[in-house]
């Protein structure tokens, strides 16, 4: 396909200087939105057990967000692959969260040595205040080493791990007809064609995440 669609290049150009290149071909892949997909990329060989899955505009690969997020969004990415049903996983995902006690010890258990390599976790067990006496809500004053909030028992602050993990879940699953706007809504009048993907990706991405909310919240 490469060299067929440059020597078209060439006679349509009248020059071999723009060609297309071969980076790699993804299968399967999945598309979780404009220019956001990830899938097993095949190069040289076809390979379908990689060691990492091939991503672009995924937000686990952004710097700053936590092991604990990297671990869900990845274990999403590589059972959606697999073709795990999404709503299994979803349960699986909720049974490794201790909702009712605030207490994350079993995820911990779960991610099989990966403790050691979580540099900080955020807990909310009591109120830290500033040297003014005032009530802190920095979230470095709630950061603890792993071993420290284990040893202590210490509450991990869900609401600060499900508001990074809630929105990347939902990009996963916002394309399901249930999330979309009905024909009637104004959005779907736009007549151009790039806002109207925007504004659509948009809505949709507000109700999945609501509806993982309200789904997480029947589970406590």
């Known amino acids: 396909l490469r060299d067929q669609v440059n020597a078209y290049l060439g006679i349509k ?3 071999s200087y723009l060609k297309m290149a071969y980076e790699e071909v993804l299968f399967p892949v999945c598309f979780a939105g404009k220019k956001k997909y990830f899938g097993i990329s095949h190069e040289d060989v076809v390979n379908f057990r990689p060691n990492d899955l091939f ?6 690969v952004k710097q700053g967000n936590s092991e604990l997020f990297r671990f869900i969004g990845e274990k999403i990415m590589w059972e959606a692959i697999t073709h795990v049903q999404f709503v299994k996983l979803l349960k699986t995902l909720s049974g490794m969260l201790d909702l009712s006690s605030g207490i994350l ?7 099989n040595g990966r403790l050691k390599e979580i540099s900080y976790i955020v807990v909310n ?22 071993e420290i909030a284990k040893e202590f028992n210490m509450k991990i602050d869900i609401r600060h791990y499900l508001e990074q993990t809630v929105g990347m879940c939902a990009r996963f699953i ?23 993907e925007k504004q659509i990706d948009k809505y949709s991405q507000k109700k999945a995440k609501n509806w993982l909310i309200k789904y997480i919240k029947s589970l406590q």
């Open 174 to 196: 916002n394309e399901d007809n249930m999330f979309l706007p009905p024909s009637s809504d104004k959005i779907m009048q736009i007549k151009d064609s790039d806002i109207r």
């Open 125 to 146: 067990d009591d109120p830290r205040y500033k040297k003014d006496g005032s009530k802190s809500t920095r979230k470095g004053d709630y950061m603890e080493f792993p």
């Open 13 to 15: 150009n009248g020059t």
């Open 105 to 111: 010890i079993s995820l911990l258990q779960c991610l």
């Open 55 to 60: 991503m672009r505009g995924i937000d686990t």
